[in-house]
């Protein structure tokens, strides 16, 4: 059975920092990636790895404070947030991809992705 299994979120203060948790099961998968959605808003992606080494990718508005990263042995996928914003503050769902998704696409066609997470919900307050 397949399962992707977020953890990690909470409420901090601007500029703290939270790292989330993403545990997979049931398949190897080539692309995974987060997302993020706010009440009203669209998803949008956030940052994107490919788990057989190679690139990743992130949204502009989280570059140079948010870093993917995977632990293949533990079947993890994390994202590590630092000098979180409160136009951080979304749900966070984990995705995956079976294949290697084009890297311009990416972080864009979220409906490429096969399964998601059920979301963790991070809160960053001014």
């Known amino acids: 059975q397949v399962q992707l299994v977020e953890s990690g979120g909470g409420s901090v203060q601007a500029g703290g920092s939270l790292r989330l948790s993403c545990a997979t099961s049931?398949?190897?998968?080539?692309?995974m990636a987060w997302f993020r959605q706010a009440p009203g808003k669209e998803r949008e992606g956030v940052a994107a790895i490919y788990t057989g080494g190679g690139n990743s990718n992130y949204a502009d508005s989280v570059k140079g404070r948010f870093t993917i990263s995977q632990d293949n042995a533990k079947n993890t996928v994390y994202l590590q947030m630092n000098s979180l914003k409160p136009e951080d503050t979304a749900r966070y769902y984990c995705?995956?991809?079976?294949?290697?998704?084009?890297?311009?696409?990416?972080?864009?066609?979220?409906?490429?992705?096969?399964?998601w997470g059920q979301g963790t919900q991070v809160t960053v307050s001014s």
């Open positions: 995705a995956a991809a079976f294949f290697r998704l084009p890297f311009f696409d990416i972080l864009v066609t979220w409906q490429r992705y096969n399964y």
């Open positions: 049931g398949y190897t998968y080539t692309t």
